[in-house]
């Protein structure tokens, strides 16, 4: 499996302890480390650098560089403007695919608080064992919701489609961006909705195959 951390954001909804020169990713918010050597930890754990892929802005190369020190710099893909999660994503595929051929790949934000992250790793684990078996999925993991937040989005369950130790893989019915605290008391008292966590996990070709069906231009670049 390839890890792929995304640590090219701005951090504005930080401001002023995340700053342009210095965003969230790159502060040591809830430790000694980073907030992006804390997910490079972490994924440290499951995959060896050279399996570890990093998108940033290319203004935050050396950054980058400078926090993870035994890390491949080839591996670091520095893109001239930032154009949000997709392309980034896009990238990351593009590159791992032309150098590895078809891979599991997970996505992640290098700027998350995972409290209990042995929970994450076996979900991490478990997710790939899906995708090997069911080629063509794209993974999305939920987190379950404890207060009627707003400033997260929301993913709706459906069927079931597997059932594994300790987690459940459902269809998604449908995503939501952030309601207001009205709707997202309701999505609370349903049970039906986690939240989203902006974390993926697919085969590489998966998301090049559905880049071109949906995103057709961010495919074509």
Known sequence: MKIVILAGGRGTRLWPVS????????????SGKTMLQETYMRMRKIAEPKDIYVVTNREYLLEVEKELLEFPKENILAEPVGRGTAPSVALAA??????CGDQVMGVFAADHFIKNPEILLKAIGQAENFIKKNVGYLVTFG???NAPETGYGYIEKGQLLKGLDGSSVYRTRRFVEKPDFETAK????????????????????????????????????
Do not use: H
């Open 19 to 30: 700053r342009q020169e210095k965003p969230k990713q790159f502060q040591c918010l809830i």
């Open 94 to 99: 593009a590159v791992i695919s032309k150098k």
């Open 143 to 145: 987190i379950k919701p």
């Open 186 to 221: 309701k999505y609370l008292k349903s049970g039906r909705f986690f939240w989203n966590s902006g974390m993926f996990l697919w085969k590489t070709s998966t998301i090049i195959e559905k880049l071109s069906r949906y995103a057709p231009d961010i495919y074509r670049r």
